[in-house]
Every structure is written in C-alpha cells, then in structure tokens.
C-alpha cells in the first residue's frame, strides 16, 4: 500500500519565495497533519485537518504560513513570503480517526526546506 | 511546547545488549505512543500504550506506562545494528492530535 507521500523531498529557495508543500495521505485516513522539525525545537505540530476541516491551527507560527485540504486526498502547506529561519524539514501524517479507537499516526518521508 | 522529554538524549551499546529509553510527560493522556526515526526518513510508528495498561509487548519491544508517576520506558532486547534511530515517545490528551518528546538517539556498534 502506498504510504504518506510528500513532495518535493528537497526544496531550496531564496528568501522572499513563495513555497508550496504538497502532501497526499493514505487513501481512507480522515485527519491530516503538519508538522515542522528543527534541530533546536524539535517536532511541532503546526496544523491539523479533520475531514478535511482545518481544527487546530494554533502551532501555524505565523500569518505567512498557510495550508489548505481542498479533498480527502490532497493537502498544502504554503509559506510567503519565506524566511531562513523556516529552514527545516516538514512532515506531513495521516491516521484514522475514530472517537475511542485510537490510531497511530503515518508519516511521509518529509520536505527538507532550505531558505537562503 | 512539547509533551514529552525523553532520557537520554543519546544512547551507544553493543549490538546484542538492551537498551532502555525513559520518556516523561506533564499532563493527563488517554495513551502514549513510541515512534522511530531513521535518519532523512519519517517516523515509523512502534507501539501504543493506552493509559489504562501498564505493560505492553512486541516483538523485541517492551512498553511500561506508570500515570501516577506520568512516566514510560521503551526497552529493546537483543538490540541489533539496524535498531540505530531516534526513538521518540508521544503523548495523546483529549484532543486529536500528539505532543512529541525531544527523542533519544540510540547507536548500536556492530
């Protein structure tokens, strides 16, 4: 079965860029999630959606981080405009999720992000 | 903030040994859950513990959960050079999302 799949893997742009992540969960899963990892900080969640409805947003770090999930099989994660300090590497998970059956959570393989 | 601190921060045994990582959390959790990550990869999911079991087992993984001391301990037995990762303990409240620890980078020396 296919798993979370992410794109682009790597991603290197200027400062002031706009970019766009892109995330298709598993086919079936009804939460998304994004999440930022940083040497310093971390695995943070940064927003989740719950059928497709954005839910909690409160670890966006800012009004130039966006994301959308427009269908159950397709989800974005936008920055403009882009500074080096969102130099990271995003992930993007998808589970199941069912009131009193808990689920774990099925990670992509991440978009490394460098903003020079 | 994050949930979870995991101890130690850094692990190096011979393949062949245990190895134990402790993870600590602050609040009230419905269960806890232990991922892996190797290294330019996601994180694979290993175990869930629900705040109502104490011990849980799989495979060469053991799980221990203790709620009144908001602590858990990940064991692997008979570690093996393909163990070496970051392991990362995640706690889940009431809402529907996981609060991650710092992860413990473990090494084992073939």
């Known amino acids: 079965d296919a798993g979370v799949i992410q794109s682009p893997r790597h991603e290197v742009t200027e400062m002031g860029q706009e970019v766009t992540l892109r995330c298709k969960p598993i086919?079936?899963?009804?939460?998304l999630f994004w999440y930022r990892q940083t040497m310093m900080r971390g695995l943070e969640l940064l927003i989740y959606?719950?059928?497709?409805?954005?839910?909690?947003d409160s670890g966006m770090p800012e009004d130039r981080f966006s994301a959308k999930m427009p269908n159950a099989s397709f989800s974005t994660l936008k920055i403009q405009p882009s500074e080096p300090r969102d130099s990271a590497v995003y992930f993007c998970?998808?589970?199941?999720?069912?009131?009193?059956?808990?689920?774990?959570?099925?990670f992509g393989d991440g978009t490394r992000l460098s903003i020079l | 903030s994050q949930q979870g601190e995991e101890d130690p921060q850094a692990l190096s045994i011979q393949e062949g040994e245990n190895a134990t990582m402790n993870c600590s959390y602050k609040t009230s959790i419905n269960n806890l859950q232990w991922y892996r990550q190797n290294s330019g990869r996601g994180l694979v999911h290993l175990i869930l513990i629900r705040s109502n079991e104490r011990e849980k087992h799989s495979g060469r993984l053991r799980v221990t959960l203790d709620t009144s001391k908001k602590s858990s301990s990940l064991l692997i037995t008979a570690s093996r050079a393909a163990d070496t990762a970051s392991y990362f303990c995640?706690?889940?409240?009431?809402?529907?999302?996981?609060?991650f620890g710092t992860g413990t980078r473990l090494t084992v020396i073939p």
């Open positions: 998970a998808s589970r199941i999720s069912t009131r009193g059956l808990e689920q774990p959570q099925h």
């Open positions: 086919s079936g899963h009804n939460s």
């Open positions: 995640a706690t889940e409240g009431g809402a529907n999302n996981l609060f």
């Open positions: 959606f719950n059928n497709n409805v954005p839910i909690d």
